[in-house]
């Protein structure tokens, strides 16, 4: 698989409002988490991660291992309760999150030297570009 690790800076967020505004995030946070610069640092060792998404504001931080479902508690988000098992799908690292919300998750994957987020909420979806710190 491909190697996501390393610290990485937001370039480009395309829909963050949509896909708040999905998960009933109120208003003045949306705003806020409109403005944030956000960094990612990612550890990966073998099928075990660390992803850290850093912001002045908050921070929110997962740590999994690849195809081990567990409670992911999305503090400081929009503070639900999800099951989030993530696997590698080709050179895609993709996570389904089943709870509340339908069609919930999201994906990374490399291209040109940048890390691609997608995050998924019912028919929302929002797309994050990142490059290399
Ligand atoms: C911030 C600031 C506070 C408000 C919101 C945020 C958004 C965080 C997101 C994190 C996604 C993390 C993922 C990690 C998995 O690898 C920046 C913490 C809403 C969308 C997908």
């Known amino acids: 698989p491909p190697d996501i690790s390393g610290k990485w800076i937001l370039e480009t967020n395309d829909r ?8 009933n995030i109120d208003f003045a946070t949306r705003k806020i988490a409109l ?3 956000q960094t990612k640092l990612i550890t990966q060792d073998g099928d075990k991660f660390t ?10 931080e997962i740590s999994f291992t690849v195809g081990v479902e567990f409670d992911e508690h999305t503090v400081g ?17 993709v996570c389904t999150q089943t709870g509340q919300k339908a069609n919930r998750g999201w994906k990374h994957w490399l291209q040109s030297e940048k890390l691609y987020l997608e995050l998924t909420c019912e028919d929302v ?3 994050q570009v990142f490059k290399r710190k």
Do not use: P, Q
């Open 16 to 23: 963050l409002e949509d896909y708040m505004k999905a998960l």
């Open 35 to 37: 403005a944030l610069s």
């Open 51 to 60: 992803i850290k998404t850093c912001s002045t504001f908050r921070n929110y």
């Open 77 to 93: 988000l929009d503070n639900r309760h999800v099951k989030s098992l993530i696997k590698w799908e080709g050179d895609e690292l």
């Open 125 to 127: 979806v929002c797309l």
